[in-house]
C-alpha cells in the first residue's frame, strides 16, 4: 500500500501562490500517474492535475491551467503543485493521488486545506 503525504497548505489572500508537497512511500505500479485533485465545501471532489511518472506528461483542469503547475522529484518519490494567481474559487481540500497504468486513482492521501480570501 502506497502512503501519500501532503503538506503546504494554508491562508493565503487572493494573487499570492502556494506549493504543495505530495511525498510517496514508495514508487510502484501502482504510482503510475501522480495527480492533485480539490474538494470545495459542498462540492464534488474534482481533478486539478497530473503527471506520469515515467514520461512526465501533465494533465490540467482547464480551470487552473496557466496557473497552476505539477512537477515531480523522482530522487524523493515527491510530486508538487505550484500554485500561482490564486484565486478564492480555488478555496478547498487538495488531495494527492495515486494511480497505475489505468489511471484509476485509488491511493490518496489525507488532504491539505487550501483558503484563498478575497
Known amino acids: 500500500q502506497v502512503q501519500l503525504v501532503e503538506s503546504g497548505g494554508g491562508l493565503v489572500q487572493a494573487g499570492d501562490s502556494l506549493r504543495l508537497s505530495c511525498a510517496a512511500s514508495?514508487?510502484?505500479?501502482?504510482?503510475?500517474?501522480m495527480g492533485w485533485f480539490r474538494q470545495a465545501p459542498g462540492k464534488e471532489r474534482e481533478f486539478v492535475a497530473d503527471?506520469?511518472?515515467?514520461?512526465?506528461?501533465?494533465c490540467y483542469a482547464d480551470s487552473v491551467k496557466g496557473r497552476f503547475t505539477i512537477s515531480k522529484n523522482n530522487a524523493k518519490n515527491t510530486v508538487y503543485l505550484q500554485m500561482n494567481s490564486l484565486k478564492p474559487d480555488d478555496t478547498a481540500v487538495y488531495y494527492c493521488?495515486?494511480?497505475?497504468?489505468?489511471?484509476?486513482?485509488?491511493?490518496w492521501g489525507q488532504g491539505t486545506q487550501v483558503t484563498v480570501s478575497s
Open positions: 493521488a495515486a494511480a497505475p497504468p489505468n489511471r484509476e486513482y485509488r491511493n
Open positions: 514508495i514508487r510502484t505500479f501502482s504510482t503510475y500517474y
Open positions: 503527471i506520469n511518472w515515467s514520461d512526465g506528461i501533465k
